[in-house]
């Protein structure tokens, strides 16, 4: 059962999972993994509050793993629970059991929590285990720019993100909207000269699509001037704007 359960969880099928790890728990109510694993499930489907009873009540029967200690770092977030959150996260930093994954979510959410300067620590020891990790260059560039940093290291971080991993658009309309700021039109617009209806159909930031589309009017470029409206109005028809470039802008000033 606690297989099928981290099966059905692992592929996002939260609804099967949850049964199972009920059936777990109807068998032993002291089941730590169940718990534990139903605290993830919870979290997984926005029930916070649900997650953190769950977590708390899987530490009691056994040490939470990794991926259960960041989860309910997370979750002591979502229910305000703020200062506790930071401080348990702030101790996941230099965990050795922390996978790059696991230290990039870390950074995430102290970034949520307003603790940039320590999203980079995360971030710095996620490139140390895994330096190919375009996305851990990214958040460190997010990070540091929330914090202040020169422009150029900001600038240099995106940059290394979009060399290690150059299909992935959205580190290049993260860099775009940054150099834009900066007045670097040119620049940013040769970032993105390139990219094809396919890539400018995934995104899903109604902000960064306007960007695009002012960008591409400037070099005469109608045909992505018109994929970019056309987005823009499927995204208004859904009520969707996700950001599509990291959450968060690379620079805040």
């Not at 534990?36 to 979290?43: A, N, V």
């Not at 997650?51 to 977030?77: F, I, K, N």
């Amino acid at each position: 059962l606690h297989e099928s359960a981290w099966c059905a969880y692992k592929s996002g099928q939260l609804r099967p999972a949850l049964r199972l790890v009920q059936q777990c728990l109807s068998r032993d109510s002291d089941d730590g993994r169940a718990w534990e694993l139903c605290g993830l499930i919870h979290y997984a489907s926005a029930n916070y509050r649900l997650a953190v009873a769950c977590l708390e009540r899987a530490s009691v029967c056994l040490p939470l793993r990794a991926p259960g200690r960041v989860c309910l770092g997370h979750a002591y977030a979502k229910t305000g629970r703020l200062e506790l959150a930071r401080d348990l996260l702030r101790l996941f930093i230099d965990d050795g059991s922390m996978t790059v994954s696991l230290l990039l979510q870390i950074a995430a959410a102290l970034r949520s929590l307003n603790r940039p300067d320590l999203a980079v620590l995360a971030c710095r020891r996620a490139i140390r285990r895994d330096d190919q990790v375009a996305q851990a260059h990214y958040d460190l560039a997010l990070s540091t720019g929330l914090c202040g940093y020169p422009p150029g290291v900001v600038e240099a971080l995106a940059r290394k993100a979009i060399d290690l991993a150059a299909d992935v658009v959205q580190f290049r309309v993260g860099l775009v909207g940054f150099l834009v700021r900066k007045n670097q039109r040119q620049q940013a617009h040769s970032l993105v000269a390139d990219l094809s209806s396919t890539q400018l159909a995934s995104l899903g930031c109604e902000r960064c699509l306007s960007r695009l589309s002012d960008l591409y009017r400037d070099a005469g470029d109608w045909c992505r001037v018109v994929i970019c409206q056309q987005r823009r109005l499927e995204l208004a028809s859904r009520s969707v704007d996700a950001d599509c470039c990291g959450g968060t802008n690379l620079m805040t000033s």
